[in-house]
């Protein structure tokens, strides 16, 4: 059984950058894809990025990409998301997921672990 924290959300002004992390515990952190998601108020979770257990093939949503860059740090057992360039559309509930399968998926069924979130509000 994995345990997933996040950390690092903020309140931030537009164009800023920001570092989340997810440190895991209770398993073998390489043998997971790790992913990061999304969340506002009456929507869906939404795939942001994702990152292979070696930490090769990242993949992204369309709105971020560029902006965005996940990273993993296999000895550390913990995934970054480095957010760059934030805009209040950013704004929400962060989640980091964790799948031990080797697809990144997109779609929060195949993630069987998540963290408890971390909130990044971006000001206008």
């Known amino acids: 059984q994995v345990q997933l924290v996040e950390s690092g959300g903020s309140l931030v002004q537009a164009g800023s950058s920001l570092r989340l992390s997810c440190t895991a515990s209770g398993g073998t952190f390489s043998d997971y894809v790790m992913a990061w998601f999304r969340q506002t108020p009456g929507k869906g979770r939404e795939f942001v990025a994702g990152?292979?257990?070696?930490?090769?093939?990242?993949a992204y949503e369309d709105s971020v990409k560029g902006r965005f860059t996940i990273s993993r740090d296999n000895a550390e057992n913990t995934a970054y998301l480095h957010m760059n360039d934030l805009t209040p559309e950013d704004s929400a509930v962060y989640y980091c997921?964790?799948?031990?399968?080797?697809?990144?998926?997109?779609?929060?069924?195949?993630?069987?672990?998540w963290g408890q979130g971390t909130q990044v509000t971006v000001s206008s």
């Open positions: 997921a964790a799948n031990p399968a080797t697809v990144i998926w997109h779609t929060t069924p195949h993630y069987p672990y």
């Open positions: 990152i292979m257990q070696g930490g090769d093939f990242p």
